[in-house]
């Protein structure tokens, strides 16, 4: 149950709430318990004769005021507790939506989808349960059973009172093993969901691979045995759960076993009378609905600790990228961008991706990055953008180390468009203005226009208020690189990197987008990645990558020269054109 420390605040907070819906409830079961002592002094007065209509009367009233008061009591409880679970379920969600975003990228390459889906969901949703239903439930068990064995003794006998509880620690031993096995079977749940959520986000996202392949039939088999695992382990969780509670049903019932032989000896000797015999029941049914509810308690306890356990995991971690604790603001930047002898690798046990990278773009200059896949191209912007550390070496902006600049100021002076493309499930407009919270229509019109895309918006039926589905599935791939050009563009920032950002758009059309862009580029530091000669040839400098290092440096002209990788890329590529 420690885990649940981390809410202690959240309860600090909404102390008064919980505090008053705590009283609340402790009155309805205090008006409950008030229940069998009317039915003593009924039972005796008619046992003995001395009931009249009046006193009849009377306490047929108080019953009815006691059903009103309970109902307005409750009223108040469900008001205060359930909403206060509601709100922290509001905040712990928010937090942990911010905790993702916090984190560093690296984070996100080792976990999947479906399972950081499920921490926000059902994990959340356990947690919740627990924090209304687990509170609610675990006090009215406790103080009913305080109550209730309280009001036997002083009401009835204390001697009965003590062989009714015998079976009492037998109870929590089993109340104490099965809760331990309901956490553990709660959290194989809880992981089963997460693989099975993973797996039709994966499904979904694919379908257009699924279908292309006619993989239909596969993958029904395949999220068939996922769902049958997930069948499996609620079922192992049911069973257990199915079996405790009639076991601790039995186990209660061997109370009113006890209670009806030993209490009816105590009747016919005149120990006590019929009415404290009855009132005693009365008392022991309350006691061990609230014993055999515990078992409801500690299933809703343990599911939200094991969700919890979970949650902290995922709030525990800490973000690889870190802030100084004095980040330097840049207003404005040169664009003066060096890496000093750079060495990388994503992971310990990798071959460097980066080895010894030495190189220095001048403000206003434009850099061309080629090489082999996986010669650590694309690896030069994510460092930039301070997505990684290098493990050696250092990368500067304007002279300055990316570790002492805040990583808002420097993101916001670049513009960075990918291959693959993140397109959001909105519009068009949304889309390309971004990262521009008050770009006006002319000043979108005026992105899609530089990119090549304002033509083909306009033939869409809604045009810039076309939604293009979920990652931008109603887009071609030429179409949505475009559109990333166009949401760069439209932030206007100092350094602007294309990262094979032209390789879905015929040569003709990168021609033009590249004429369009020309006089952007040229009043930016740019680094243009890619295969294609045609996109690189007119840089200030191109620089070739192999196995993370420069193999080969200088303008088109000199690479051409050298009659090496780039001579030979440019000579295969001029005799595909003319096959074309």
């Known amino acids: 149950m420690s885990s649940y420390l981390t809410l202690i605040s ?31 002094r009924v039972t005796d007065a008619i046992q003995f004769g001395t009931l009249d209509r009046q006193q009849l009367l009377f306490y047929s009233i108080v019953i009815v005021v006691i059903g ?8 108040v409880w469900r008001i205060l507790i359930i909403n206060s679970s509601r709100r922290m379920e509001y905040e712990l969600r928010n937090e942990m939506f911010d905790q993702f975003l916090r984190l560093s990228t690296s984070y996100y390459s080792k976990k999947k989808t479906g399972d950081l889906m499920a921490h926000a969901t059902n994990d959340i949703l356990a947690v919740r349960m627990a924090a209304s239903g687990g509170v609610i439930t675990l006090t009215d068990a406790l103080f009913l059973n305080i109550a209730a064995i309280t009001m036997m003794m002083i009401t009835t006998d204390i001697r009965l009172t003590f062989m009714a509880l015998i079976p009492m620690p037998f109870l929590a031993f089993a109340i104490y093993r099965f809760g331990v096995a309901i956490n553990y079977r709660f959290k194989n749940v809880q992981q089963t969901f997460s693989h099975l959520t993973e ?52 186990i209660s019932s061997i109370s009113f076993f006890i209670t009806l032989i030993y209490g009816t000896h105590l009747v016919l000797n005149h120990t006590i009378t019929l009415g404290s015999f009855v009132a005693f029941n009365a008392y022991l049914a309350s006691m061990v609905w609230s014993v055999a509810v515990i078992g409801f308690v500690i299933n809703i306890l343990q599911r939200g600790a094991a969700s919890m356990s979970r949650i902290n995991v995922v709030m525990a ?29 994503y992971e310990p046990d990798e071959a460097l991706v980066l080895k010894n990278l030495h190189f220095t773009l ?18 030069i912007p994510a460092l930039l953008l301070r997505l990684y550390d290098p ?44 990262g521009v919270e008050d770009a006006t229509q002319e000043e979108v019109e005026r992105a899609a226009n530089l990119a090549g895309l304002h033509q083909d918006i306009l033939l869409f039926p809604k045009q810039y208020d076309t939604m ?6 109603s887009l071609s791939g030429g179409q949505k690189q475009r559109l990333a050009i ?7 920032p100092s350094i602007l990197i294309l990262d094979d950002a032209l390789s879905a758009v015929d040569t003709q059309t990168e021609e033009k987008i590249l004429e369009g862009i020309q006089d952007t580029i040229d009043a930016k530091t740019t680094m243009i990645i890619a295969h294609r000669i045609s996109t690189l040839k007119h840089c200030d400098r191109i620089m070739v990558l192999d196995g993370g290092e420069i193999s080969e440096h200088g303008t088109h002209e000199e690479l051409l020269e050298m009659n090496g990788y780039y001579a030979h890329q440019y000579q295969q590529q001029m005799l595909e054109e003319e096959i074309r």
């Open 468 to 473: 293009v589905g979920e990652r931008g599935i």
């Open 486 to 492: 166009a949401r760069a563009l439209l932030k206007n």
């Open 317 to 345: 971690e800490k973000p690889d990228i870190k802030e100084s604790e004095q980040p330097i603001h840049l207003k404005s930047i040169t664009g003066s961008i060096r890496f000093a002898n750079v060495s990388f690798q």
């Open 68 to 75: 009103l008061l309970m109902m307005i009591f409750r009223f």
């Open 199 to 250: 797996k039709v986000q994966e499904n979904i996202s694919g379908i257009r691979i699924i279908k292309s392949f006619s993989r239909e039939k596969d993958e029904i088999q395949n999220f068939d045995q996922y769902n049958e695992d997930l069948f499996k382990q609620n079922t192992n969780l049911a069973l257990l759960f199915g079996t405790f509670l009639p076991t601790i049903q039995f």
């Open 362 to 379: 001048e403000p206003g200059s434009t850099l061309g990055i080629m090489g082999h896949t996986g010669s650590g191209k694309s690896t």
């Open 391 to 434: 493990d050696e070496g250092e990368v500067t902006l304007d002279g300055i180390s990316l570790k002492k600049l805040s990583l808002e100021s420097l993101r916001q002076h670049i513009g960075y468009v990918e291959q693959n493309s993140f397109i959001f499930s909105t519009t068009i407009r949304e889309n390309i203005a971004f």
């Open 10 to 40: 959240f309860f600090k907070k909404y102390k008064r709430f919980y505090i008053w819906g705590i009283l609340s409830l402790i009155a309805v079961d205090a008006l409950q318990l008030a229940v069998p002592e009317i039915l003593r």
